[in-house]
């Protein structure tokens, strides 16, 4: 299990093939488990690496700094670790909001960014996640777990179209997280708004979105174009928030094909 120490907290992550460095970000109650699929598609033309963000999965903050201000941040620390001068990042959900704050901030580090279901204003939300972002709210969610993972099984058959799959996945990376984690990661999305800062991004964008997706307003896709005019947009019509599971030959051919071509 590869990991990376930092002053902050210890970095998980999975990493696959050979080539040119690619970075995959998970989405939030999400993990590198996201990605297993992906990284080995890729894997045989890229070197891959699928990060835990601090409170999910394997990673551990001490300093227990859950906000996407802070995912931004290491990011950078994770590349600059590791020695990876600059590479293309691809975000799904929340990864893909820190994808194009990271964008933003180092923008020499970032040779291309996709982001995949994610929102650009944290009001896209559904109205679940957003209550999700309030620390007494999370608590009372949080005092019943088994309830909590019992419901995300039901639905992540509403979300996706393999929901036994979904949510098999998602109530594993749920055993992981703490309260903390839970309610600091999506309150920070939540008040997140990307549309004054992504107008001049000098590296190709991608968006991914899908016509079902019930966790951010699919509408969202709109907003990354009108935002940042020279983005392009893959509308997948037969997807929901997961276009990686939903329609997965399509997806791994999209992304490959914006990896070589842009």
Known sequence: MPTLVTEQGIVHYETYGRGRPVLLLHGWLGSWALWRNTIEILGKEFRTYALDFFGFGESVDH?????????????????????????????????????????????????????????????????????????????????????????????????????????????????KISTESFFQSIGTLRQTDLRDQIGNLPMPVLGIYGKYDRIVKPSQSQVLKESAPSSKIAWFERSGHFPMMDEPDRFHDAIRDFLLNG
Do not use: C
């Not at 939300?125 to 419901?151: Q, V």
């Open 63 to 175: 300093q227990a700094n859950f906000s996407v201000d802070n995912y931004v941040n290491s990011v950078q620390q994770f590349m600059d670790r590791l020695g990876i001068p600059k590479a293309p990042l691809i975000g799904h959900s929340m990864g893909g909001t820190v994808s194009l704050a990271a964008s933003v901030r180092f923008p020499e580090k970032i040779v291309k960014t996709t982001v995949i279901g994610s929102p650009i204003v944290g009001s896209s939300l559904n109205l679940l996640l957003k209550l999700s972002g309030y620390r007494g709210i999370a608590r009372i969610i949080w005092t019943t777990p088994a309830l909590l993972k019992l419901f995300m099984r039901g639905y992540a058959h509403f979300i996706a179209h393999d929901g036994h799959l979904v949510g098999k996945m998602i109530v594993e990376d749920m055993s």
